[in-house]
């Protein structure tokens, strides 16, 4: 038996597994990062220094600082520091800089809509 999701690669419950609700917590975290994404920025290099509960950035191609080796990551502030979640394609999100409804196609984000503004 896997011991994550096959789409989304959560954690699952193990059998007889000790702490149980840390796995669920992790999931549910995932969850709240990736469902309905909203993303500060794609191709973001440097981490703020302030960010804000639950931001979150694409990373470019060379990260640096915290994010230093995680090239194309998500990374979401969470929790006092840094949740990293590899986006899959077909993956969507709103990314507030630039205004528009990005899909992940070709390991790559693809503006799908603009505001128009």
Known sequence: MSETTPKLSMPLIMPAQ??????????????????????????????????????????????????????GMIASWRGGGWLLVTPQDGWMAWVKDVTELQVRTSGAWATLATTGS
């Open 18 to 71: 000790a702490q149980k609700h840390v796995t669920h917590n992790e999931a549910v975290e995932l969850l709240d990062m990736i469902v309905q994404m909203t993303l500060e920025a794609t191709n973001a290099s440097t981490p703020p220094s302030s960010p804000g509960e639950g931001q979150a950035w694409a990373l470019g191609t060379s990260p640096t600082g915290d994010w230093a080796g995680q090239a």
